[in-house]
């Protein structure tokens, strides 16, 4: 089999320039590096970085850099099952700390294997059906979850109403075009006041903490979000896009609700968070570990 870095680079066709136009506002986006033969820009007006817009073209034509085959889910099912079972919990806690609405459906969005549910069973058993979680280009059946809230699927395309969810290492895979598809089905899933936390290296976090987070082939890391940037993706339909302090790798859309509600800082939420949420978090086997991670976590990178 053909090396996929091999096939996609010999077929891009643009010469690299130091400026091009921004593929998310228009404006001049400027060469940034450039990671396994692979340029990226970077626009100063909404602090976009992205691929060579040739090599997102492809992307969007289906060309994928990274084919998410078998291959591809042998190397990532076991760091899909490692933050299932820590860091995912952990966002998952805080997402539903932060919702202002009680949740009544979590959603998570692009799942993986769906091990994230597997951890979710383990510790909140008595709330585990709740939850649930959706895969667009889901692995073999022997290697992923076979519990019945894991759902083959594009977003799109699934026929329920969430309050609250994660998106763990997806957004970073997508194009503008890709991105904005996301926003438009999250939008016909979700009800007032619904919250979901994105976790994505920010522009911030690329620049200061771990510039070799551009990954074209390997992770697929095609682009990198910031809060103005997905504000232009997410606030066309109807999101709010908010940034949590301390953390340069996660942010949250919610939907409008109460005003009251979603006027008090997402930090703050967690003291006054709604009953129905701290429940599901306080499991009658478990106790109150998912409570105690989620307001810690939420509290730890402040």
């Not at 933050?83 to 995912?88: A, D, L, Q, V």
């Not at 969005?109 to 939850?131: E, K």
């Not at 109807?238 to 859309?253: E, I, N």
Request: proline share 6%.
């Amino acid at each position: 089999m053909q090396d996929p870095q091999e096939d996609v680079s010999s077929q891009l066709i643009s010469v690299a320039s130091d400026s091009v136009g921004c593929l998310l506002c228009g404006d001049a986006a400027f060469s940034m590096r450039k990671v396994d033969g692979v340029d990226y820009y970077e626009c100063p007006a909404c602090d976009f970085v992205f691929a060579d817009p040739v090599f997102i073209e492809r992307v969007d034509q289906g060309m994928a850099s990274r084919e998410y085959d078998q291959d591809y889910w042998a190397s990532e099912l076991a760091s899909a099952r490692q933050r299932s079972y820590g860091s995912s919990l952990a966002r998952l806690a805080e997402a539903l700390l932060y919702c202002t609405v009680p949740v009544n459906k979590f959603i998570d969005i692009g799942a993986g294997p769906g091990y994230l549910l597997d951890a979710v069973h383990a510790y909140l058993p008595s709330s585990s059906d709740v939850f649930y979680g959706v895969e667009k280009f889901p692995p073999s059946e022997e290697c992923a979850t076979d519990n019945k809230n894991y759902i083959r699927a594009d977003l799109s395309d699934v026929e329920m109403k969430f309050e609250c969810g994660v998106c763990v290492e997806v957004i970073e895979h997508l194009t503008p075009k890709m991105a904005k598809g996301l926003a438009a089905s999250l939008a016909k899933v979700s009800l007032p006041g619904s919250l979901y936390l994105f976790n994505t290296g920010l522009t911030d976090y690329l620049r200061f903490e771990d510039p070799g987070y551009l990954d074209p082939f390997r992770r697929g890391h095609i682009t990198c979000w910031s809060i103005k940037a997905a504000s232009r993706v997410f606030e066309p339909h109807g999101f709010v896009v908010r940034p949590l302090v301390g953390k340069s790798w996660a942010f949250v859309v919610e939907m409008p609700g109460v005003p009251e509600r979603m006027e008090v800082p997402l930090a703050d939420r967690i003291w006054t968070a709604e009953v129905r949420n701290t429940e599901l978090l306080r499991d009658s086997k478990m106790g109150d570990v998912m409570y105690i991670l989620g307001r810690e976590s939420a509290r730890a990178y402040r």
